[in-house]
Nanobody, 127 residues
């Protein structure tokens, strides 16, 4: 069964950090570009961090640039999202997706031709 499962979310105070993981099973991440998306209640989905198949290119939404870092560990079949200097507006359900390439659209990034969507992990930034 093909799965992408996110983990690492939780409650954190403003200014704090979290590291999210998205682990693949049933297939390997080696051949895919990967993106982290988020969606807050009542808001549109936003592509926040993206990484190319080779890992040589990364891209970020303007809203998180300089604070979030995406990385991939193909040996562990996992992609990570390091989130620093968190703000209340970062509160959302975060989930990953894999596709054929990454691209920048308006103020966010995304993957081209999504093959699989992951299950999310909730991040709440609040004092």
């Amino acid at each position: 069964q093909l799965q992408l499962v996110g983990s690492g979310g939780g409650l954190v105070q403003p200014g704090g950090s979290l590291r999210l993981s998205c682990a693949a099973s049933g297939f390997t991440l080696d051949d895919y570009a990967i993106a982290w998306f988020r969606q807050a209640p009542g808001k549109e989905r936003e592509g926040v961090s993206c990484i190319s198949v080779s890992g040589s290119r990364t891209d970020y939404a303007d809203s998180v640039k300089g604070r979030f870092t995406i990385s991939r560990d193909n040996a562990k079949n996992t992609v990570y999202l390091q989130m620093n200097s968190l703000k209340p507006e970062d509160t959302a359900d975060y989930y990953c997706a894999v596709g054929e390439d990454i691209t920048h659209v308006q103020a966010m990034c995304t993957v081209v031709r999504v093959h699989h969507w992951g299950k999310g992990t909730l991040v709440t930034v609040s004092s």
